[in-house]
Structure formats: structure tokens, C-alpha cells
């Protein structure tokens, strides 16, 4: 063995070490997963992306939860991606996800571009994992490395979703709960929870808290007063509920330290939110007071939880498969690929280019 190799292989056995003794989940994951492979990604998902969040500047706001809405069922492995077909049923129509979920036709969008530079390749969950970063740096937050090497499912759990994702009128003690099933402490739920710094919320998702909290014919008194009134105005009491209204009034499209601003003066906009900093003696309290005082401190535990949850239930090696088409795990779309070039022979969107 040359003596360059050697050195390679000790400094690789100390990384081992080390690595093992920080992020013993992540150990196959790493930042330079498609260094040879594909040294455009970062760049493509960039550019695609800095042009969707100019005509779209709520995208990055959706990128980065439907992220977090695939990492919490069955782990980070792009299942919330994939389409009802006669094998799978759908996530998207988990009651969390219904009508809520956006961003899946952006994703296609960076998934056809990545084909093109580096068939068969990157993965569509290192590419949702990839784009909530990018959408992180996008709008003023934190950007870090992120380990890469993620391998698609093969499959989707729509009941998962209902169960693992959490509601928002969860308490405190539920949200902690949920978080811990998937390996986060009680400060990657504050940390995460920033999120609600940018992005919508629509109006029968927390109506509850403005009319009628808890049954008590009142609204929620850890609502301010002036922002309850303004919330009314956007939410009529017989309205139709799905109006949408900005989690941040002040800045709506920006991930800043702001979330936990408005904690601290009752603005928080769902009861989950609200509940970090208004639960009697809770533990966050003193995490959200301070993230409010100091972005620095927020942004550094903001990147280490996005790790921390990208890096949840991951498949690596010889796992899963890289899907060829988002929505579809590759036996189906290729099944799709011949039903459509028999019957019509003109195919959209990136199907018969995998082929
Ligand atoms: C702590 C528990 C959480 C609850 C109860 C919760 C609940 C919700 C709800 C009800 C909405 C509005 C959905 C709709 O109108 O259809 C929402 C939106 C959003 N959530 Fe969460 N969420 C939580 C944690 C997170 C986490 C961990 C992230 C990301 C790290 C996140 C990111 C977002 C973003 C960015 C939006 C706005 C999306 C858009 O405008 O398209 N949330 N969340
Ligand atoms: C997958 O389903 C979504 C709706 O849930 C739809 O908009 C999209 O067109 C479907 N994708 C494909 C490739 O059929
Ligand atoms: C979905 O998850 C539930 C709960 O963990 C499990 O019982 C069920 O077998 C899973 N279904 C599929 C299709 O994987
Ligand atoms: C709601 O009401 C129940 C019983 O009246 C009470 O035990 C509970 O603490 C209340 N919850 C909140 C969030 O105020």
C-alpha cells in the first residue's frame, strides 16, 4: 500500500471515531455524496430554485415543511413524493397533507433538470433534503452541509402520517411526544418550530383559539388582544376556513428569529406554537426566550436540528432505490412508462426520458 493511501486510511478510521461519537445515525451519510457523481446538484437545485421563490416567495416556506412532513413517517426517503397507484396509498391525502401540501411539482421540476445532468443518480430525498436547505438560504436563514447519500422508499404509509404528524392544537406535552418518537428532543421542537417564521396557515387549522377555545365560548387567552382582532378580520367566525394568513404578520417570507418574538408578546398563531411559551413552568420557555434574543444562537440550533431530522430513518447502501420519477417508485413507473407509450406515445413531463 503507498504511503498516501495509508494516510487516507488512518484519517478515515479517526473520522470514523469521531464521527461515531457525534452523529452515529448519519455515519453513511455525507455532504460529499455526489462530489464525482454529480457535481452540479447543488448548483441546479439553486438556480431552479432562486427563480420558483422570486415569482413564488411562500415556496421555500412549503419545500422546507413538506421535508419535515416526509422525514416523520417511515423517515426521510421521499414516501410523502410518491403518488396512489395500485400498490401504494398516497400520504398526500393524510389529513395533515390534504390540501395543504406544496411544492411537489417544483421538485419534479429539479428532479427532470438533474436527469438530464446526472441520470439515474440523485435521489428525490436527497433532493427534498437538498431543496430545504437552499430554501433556508433563500430567505435569510442559516445554510450548513448537507450529508447526502439518501435512497428513495419503496413504499408510502398514509396511516403513518396521520399518527406520526403532529396537530395543531397539540399540547405541549403531545408535541414533545411526537418529537421523541423520531429521535428529537425538546430543543429540536423549539429549534424547529422556527419554521413557522415564514409560510401560511389556513384559518379552521387554529379558528378555535378566536372564538370558542377549549369550549369555553372565549377566545384563547394567550392570544393578544390586538393580534386576535386582526385574526378575526382574516378568519370571519362563519367564514369558509380555508382562508390562508401568515404565520409571521411582520415578515411573512423571511426565516428569521421573529417566531419567537411573537411568542414572547402571545402572537403566536397556532395553539402549538403559543404553547412553547405559555405553558406554566415548561421547560421552553427559557429556549424560546433565548432564540428571541439572539439569531446567531437560533440559526445554529435551527441547521443542527434540520440535520438531525433529515438524517431520521434514512436508507443508505443497497435500501430502497433511486426513483427515476418522483411520484412513482421505478417497477410502477416503468409499468406507467409502457401502458403510456402504447396507448398514446405522447408522454409528459420526464416519464419516457427515464426510460
Ligand atoms: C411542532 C409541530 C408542528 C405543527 C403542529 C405544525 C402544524 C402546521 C400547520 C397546521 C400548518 C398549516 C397547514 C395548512 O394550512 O394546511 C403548518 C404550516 C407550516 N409548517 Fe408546520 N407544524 C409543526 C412543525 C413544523 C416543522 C418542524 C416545520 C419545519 C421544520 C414546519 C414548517 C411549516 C411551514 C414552513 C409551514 C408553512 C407552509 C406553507 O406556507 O406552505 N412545521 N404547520
Ligand atoms: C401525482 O399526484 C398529484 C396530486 O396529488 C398530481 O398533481 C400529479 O400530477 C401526480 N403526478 C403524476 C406524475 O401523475
Ligand atoms: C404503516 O404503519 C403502520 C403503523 O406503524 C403499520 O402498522 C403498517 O403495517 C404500515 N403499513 C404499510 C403499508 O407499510
Ligand atoms: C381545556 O379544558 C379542560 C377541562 O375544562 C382543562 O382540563 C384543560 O386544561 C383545558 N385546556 C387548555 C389548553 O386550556
Known amino acids: 500500500m503507498n504511503p498516501l493511501r495509508l494516510i487516507g486510511t488512518a484519517l478515515c478510521c479517526v473520522a470514523i471515531v469521531f464521527g461515531g461519537l457525534t452523529f452515529s445515525s448519519d455515519a453513511q451519510l455525507d455532504p460529499n455524496f455526489y462530489i464525482r457523481s454529480c457535481p452540479q446538484l447543488q448548483s441546479i437545485v439553486y438556480q431552479i430554485l432562486s427563480n420558483v421563490a ?86 435569510g436563514g442559516p445554510g450548513w452541509l448537507v450529508p447526502l447519500g439518501r435512497r428513495d422508499s419503496l413504499t408510502a404509509n398514509q396511516s403513518l402520517a ?36 415564514f409560510g401560511k396557515s389556513r384559518c379552521f387549522l387554529f379558528s378555535d383559539r378566536l372564538y370558542n377555545f377549549n369550549n369555553t365560548g372565549k377566545p384563547d387567552p394567550t392570544l393578544d ?55 406554566p413552568g415548561a421547560d421552553t420557555i427559557a429556549i424560546v426566550n433565548r432564540f428571541a434574543n439572539n ?27 433511486i426513483r427515476k420519477q418522483c411520484n412513482f417508485i421505478n417497477k ?3 409499468e406507467l412508462d409502457l401502458a403510456t407509450v402504447t396507448s398514446t406515445e405522447s408522454i409528459e413531463g420526464g416519464v419516457v426520458s427515464s426510460i
Request: charged letters at 20%; one cysteine or more; glycine letters at 6%.
Open 162 to 197: 396521520n399518527i406520526n404528524l403532529p396537530g395543531p392544537s397539540f399540547s405541549l406535552t403531545q408535541l414533545k411526544s411526537a418529537f421523541a418518537d423520531q429521535g428529537l428532543t425538546t430543543r429540536d421542537l423549539v429549534s424547529l418550530s422556527g419554521a413557522h417564521t
Open 54 to 139: 422570486t415569482k413564488d416567495p411562500r415556496m421555500p416556506a412549503s419545500l422546507i415543511r413538506l421535508h419535515f412532513h416526509d422525514c416523520f413517517v417511515q423517515g426521510c426517503d421521499a414516501s410523502v413524493l410518491l403518488n396512489t397507484t395500485d400498490t401504494i396509498v398516497t400520504e398526500q391525502d393524510a389529513l395533515p397533507n390534504i390540501n395543504s401540501l406544496r411544492g411537489l411539482d417544483v421538485i419534479n421540476q429539479i428532479k427532470t433538470a438533474i436527469e438530464i445532468a446526472c441520470p439515474h443518480t440523485v435521489s428525490c430525498a436527497d433532493i427534498l433534503t437538498l431543496s430545504a436547505e437552499i430554501s433556508s438560504v433563500l430567505t
Open 332 to 334: 410502477e413507473s416503468s
Open 295 to 321: 439569531k446567531i444562537v437560533f440559526f445554529k440550533n435551527f441547521k443542527k436540528s434540520m440535520i438531525k431530522m433529515g438524517n431520521i430513518g434514512v436508507l443508505t447502501g443497497t435500501k430502497g432505490e
Open 225 to 279: 388582544t390586538t393580534y386576535l382582532k386582526e385574526l378575526q378580520k382574516q378568519c370571519p367566525e362563519d367564514g369558509p376556513g380555508d382562508n390562508r394568513v401568515n404565520f409571521d404578520p411582520t415578515t411573512p417570507n423571511r426565516l428569521d428569529k421573529n417566531y419567537y418574538n411573537n411568542l414572547q408578546v402571545k402572537k403566536g398563531l397556532l395553539q402549538s406554537d403559543q404553547e412553547l411559551f405559555s405553558t
